[in-house]
């Protein structure tokens, strides 16, 4: 078996000590293993944003709401962010990744506090098995707060990212108007309990795994923030819990997967789920991924919407500030699947 790595990075470990074992450090208890074997081939919802500002709009607030209520997960195509903005914010990501080391290790940092960071696996600091992910952690909103501490090398990294997120940033308000709309609340209710907002994102680099039976990219969690938009290359890899099994959710070209997060569970009292999904890994191809977090900001405080409580109904989770979540759910390391337990009504 291979020794545990000293390297800081795991794609430095992949491409430089070319192993072809599975460090031990990174290796799963046999019960928790990803049972690739056991994994079926779905579809989740896909949803056509074309009409979100049309008369049909209706008919669009109906399809979020049964794919928010069924699945916690769904597709949307024709979601106005550029196909150019998207490619380049691609190409951008696969350049950083393909820097040299001691380049890449100028962003590093195992410090969760810290808003624009390079590290590998979750959260090194606290947890007993790794992860087979590289990231680069940025907060992204609002963008002049924090564009000065991204990367300056490639070249084109600040402009490319800077242009996505606030694309995207724009497709997170539209979707979080329409998840609110289909709760039955104002347009506007959820936009509110945000605080001044904020919005993370995560670049993903998952090396090829030469055992990834073995291991994860991420073992299964829920999001912590309100939703998640994914961006994803062509390599396959993300994997949802569905009806007692892991759903393999292949990519489909020019659309975004988005999922509902934590905070909107809460918020619904429970009638939308934050559902659990994990990043697994294979040993021919690298994979890349971008989610981005729509998240309230650390002030904002976050409770089930009063207009969704009733007496048949009573409030599931108590009201908290984001900032007592978030801390939660860092410390934990992705040790349990939710933090959501620790914040139910009494």
């Known amino acids: 078996m291979a020794t545990i790595t000293k390297r800081l990075l795991l794609s430095d470990l992949v491409s430089t000590d070319k192993i072809d074992q599975v460090p031990s450090n990174y290796i799963r208890p046999i019960t928790q293993r990803p049972n690739l074997q056991s994994v079926v081939h779905d579809s989740i919802p896909l949803i056509d944003l074309h009409n979100l500002f049309g008369p049909n709009r209706g008919q669009v607030i109906d399809q979020i709401g049964r794919a928010c209520r069924d699945y916690g997960f769904f597709q949307v195509k024709n979601h106005s962010v550029p196909e150019l903005t998207i490619s380049n914010m691609m190409q951008t ?43 680069l952690r940025l907060h992204c909103y609002p963008i002049e707060n924090f564009v000065h501490e991204w990367p300056t090398n490639p070249t084109s990294f600040r402009a490319h990212v800077a242009e996505y997120c606030t694309s995207v940033r724009g497709l997170a308000v539209q979707l979080i108007e329409a998840i609110s709309e289909s709760l039955g609340l104002e347009k506007e209710y959820i936009g509110r309990q945000l605080g001044k907002h904020a919005q993370h994102m995560a670049l993903n680099y998952y090396p090829p795994c030469p055992q990834p039976d073995l291991t994860y990219g991420l073992p299964g969690h829920t999001d912590l923030n309100l939703i998640t938009i994914l ?21 489909v070209p020019n659309t975004f997967i988005i999922n509902i997060g934590d905070q909107i569970q809460v918020m619904s009292n429970d009638k939308y789920k ?26 904002a405080v976050i409770g089930p919407a009063p207009e969704l409580v009733t007496d048949d109904e009573p409030a599931v989770y108590m009201q908290f500030t984001y900032e007592e979540y978030y801390e939660k759910f860092w410390n934990r390391g992705l040790a349990t699947e939710s933090c959501l337990d620790m914040f139910m009504a009494t």
């Not at 890994?281 to 971008?290: G, P």
Request: charged fraction near 25%; charge should be neutral.
């Open 93 to 135: 990501t696969r350049d950083f990744f393909n820097l040299p080391e001691q380049e890449r290790l100028k962003n590093y940092s195992d410090d969760p506090q810290k808003t624009t960071r390079l590290s590998t696996s979750f959260n090194v600091r606290t947890e007993k098995v790794a992860n087979w992910r590289d990231y």
């Open 274 to 299: 934050s559902v659990l999904h994990r990043a697994v890994v294979n040993c021919d191809k690298e994979r890349i991924s971008i989610p981005t977090f729509y998240c309230p900001s650390p002030e």
């Open 231 to 251: 961006l994803q290359d062509q390599v396959p890899g993300l994997q949802v819990w569905r009806n007692g099994h892991w759903v393999a959710v292949d990519p």
